[in-house]
């Protein structure tokens, strides 16, 4: 079955350290998205990839940083320079144009600092 | 910048009873898109409806349908015959004729009593 996989589901950093969410697609979707949903501010976008090996900036991109070299795969890295990461990250895929058919969600990771 | 509101945080609505969530969004474009997305407590977003701008009829997916208002920038979403499994956060998203990302407001939660 296609589908947008995320993994882990859960994962825990220390403070200073740098994390890696993974994102994958089958869904020959040209496009994916990564946002981070947090308690009363709804999703909110941090990168977003509309092509191999190009990537745009979203309104809370601070502190992160993305790849895309593959088709299929989106990583989000959480950087020490993020100060607050705690949060729900939620990676999606869709046509290019995702006026047409939407948005197909991955399952989330709930990144938390200890 | 598009943005979307959603002013209702929470509501709630008797099992088999309908109940109205909210949207407003600000743009100046004429040709656009709006969705729902619901986000049960599993987390896996799901899209529920979707309208075009430039349709006049409001969309309608069984129990789920749309009121669009365009001159009002309002849109929407009414449930009918509410049942427990529609407990849920509910996303409303904009994106515009572009190939750009969605903008998501900052949810309602939905409680359906029994």
């Known amino acids: 079955d296609g589908g947008i996989t995320q993994s882990p589901k859960y994962l825990f950093r220390k403070e200073g350290q740098n994390v890696t969410l993974s994102c994958e697609q089958n869904?020959?979707?040209?496009?994916m998205y990564w946002y981070r949903q947090d308690p009363g501010q709804g999703l909110r976008l941090i990168y977003y990839?509309?092509?191999?090996?190009?990537?745009q900036k979203g309104d809370i991109a601070e502190g992160y940083s993305v790849s895309r070299e593959k088709k299929e795969s989106f990583p989000l890295t959480v950087t020490s320079a993020q100060k607050n990461p705690t949060a729900f990250y939620l990676c999606?895929?869709?046509?290019?144009?995702?006026?047409?058919?939407?948005?197909?969600f991955g399952s989330g990771t709930r990144l938390t600092v200890v | 910048a598009q943005t979307v509101t959603q002013s209702q945080p929470e509501m709630s609505v008797q099992e088999a009873e309908t109940v109205t969530l909210s949207c407003t969004y600000d743009?100046?474009?004429?040709?656009?898109?709006l969705f729902w997305y619901k986000q049960p407590p599993s987390r896996q977003m799901i899209l529920v409806i979707r309208q075009e701008a430039y349709k006049q009829q409001n969309a309608t997916e069984n129990r789920f349908s749309v009121n669009f208002q365009k001159a009002a920038k309002s849109f929407s979403l009414k449930i009918s015959d509410s049942q427990l499994g529609d407990a849920a956060m509910y996303f409303c998203a904009y994106t515009g004729s572009g190939n750009t990302p969605l903008v998501f407001g900052k949810g309602t939660r939905l409680s359906v009593i029994a």
């Open positions: 743009t100046s474009e004429s040709d656009y898109y």
């Open positions: 990839s509309q092509i191999v090996n190009d990537f």
């Open positions: 999606a895929s869709s046509i290019l144009s995702a006026k047409v058919y939407g948005y197909t």
């Open positions: 869904l020959n979707h040209d496009a």
